[in-house]
């Protein structure tokens, strides 16, 4: 079994900055721990690429839906389990947390076509009781676990 991994292929540019800028991105390299300069433009450009394919709207992605609202709002769990039941292809899975306060987090991995997924997060943030909520893309996709297969009928 070969365990080599294959380094990517790489291109070289060369970008000019203002002095101000150069030295916000390498006080941020710093703080985050990035190896270099590199490193952090790529995440940089990486996370501007993925909210301009989710903006064009028709390119498959997973991501999250993170949202905290308050549990006492009577009937808002039953209503958020329903919408996510209403989108059985784009939710795969969800876990909440019980927090202070009559607060719950709920995380909600989702997938499929971004403006639907986006249609899907803004749905559940608009909801009586959410306090606050946030879509996340990547730039990927989970892989299908199974081919579906139409019994005969």
């Known amino acids: ?3 080599s991994k294959k380094t990517p292929l790489v291109n070289r540019i060369s970008i000019s900055l203002p002095d101000d800028l150069q030295t916000d991105l390498d006080l941020m390299v710093t ?4 190896e270099s ?3 952090a433009i790529n995440d940089m450009l990486r996370q501007h690429l993925v909210e301009h394919k989710r903006d064009k709207g028709n390119e498959v992605m997973a991501g999250t839906i993170t949202i905290l609202y308050n549990n006492a709002t009577r009937g808002l ?12 292809d784009e939710v795969i899975s969800s876990l909440h947390v019980h927090l202070a306060d009559n ?3 709920e995380v909600i991995l989702v997938q499929g076509p971004a403006q639907i ?3 899907i997060a803004n749905e559940i943030i ?3 009781g959410v306090i606050t909520g946030k879509l996340q893309l990547m730039g990927a996709v ?3 676990l199974h081919q579906l297969t139409l019994a005969a009928k």
């Open 142 to 144: 989970i892989p299908q």
């Open 1 to 3: 079994m070969n365990t």
């Open 117 to 119: 997924v986006q249609s």
């Open 77 to 88: 769990q039953k209503t958020i389990a329903d919408l996510q039941y209403r989108h059985l």
């Open 31 to 34: 703080a985050r721990g990035f």
């Open 37 to 39: 300069r590199s490193q």
């Open 126 to 128: 608009a909801i009586r």
């Open 103 to 105: 607060k719950t987090m």
